[in-house]
């Protein structure tokens, strides 16, 4: 069973970049595709980017396109999410997500099987 760690959240000024990174146990990581979902204060959870198993395909939320970048190093089990030119906007708590079913990249939340516990970005004006 896969699980997911993520690290690199915090405090930044609006304008500023954070590279968040979430760490994959198990065998299995190099098959999952795997998302990242932002949650606001009060809001309901929302898609950000996802990327193939291999890397060689990424999807975007509108939001964030050209904004933010999402890689991965399979010989790491890691995802990185790299944001830039954040706002207060992005404010959230910011969560991984692995889908092991086969097909396109997908946004829908009930289309991840395993999920991070998320780590919280906040963007001060």
């Known amino acids: 069973q896969v699980q997911l760690v993520e690290s690199g959240g915090g405090l930044v000024q609006a304008g500023g970049s954070l590279r968040l990174s979430c760490a994959a146990s198990g065998p299995t990581f190099s098959t999952a595709a795997m998302g990242w979902f932002c949650q606001p204060p009060g809001k309901e959870r929302d898609f950000v980017g996802a990327?193939?198993?291999?890397?060689?395909?990424?999807t975007y939320a509108r939001s964030v396109k050209g904004r933010f970048a999402i890689s991965r190093d399979n010989a790491k089990n890691t995802v990185f999410l790299q944001m830039n030119s954040l706002n207060p906007e992005d404010t959230a708590v910011y969560s991984c997500?692995?889908?092991?079913?086969?097909?396109?990249?997908?946004?829908?939340?009930?289309?991840?099987?395993?999920w991070g516990q998320g780590t919280q970005v906040t963007v001060s004006s």
């Open positions: 997500a692995a889908r092991f079913a086969s097909g396109a990249l997908t946004s829908r939340v009930d289309d991840y099987d395993i």
């Open positions: 990327i193939s198993p291999r890397g060689l395909s990424t």
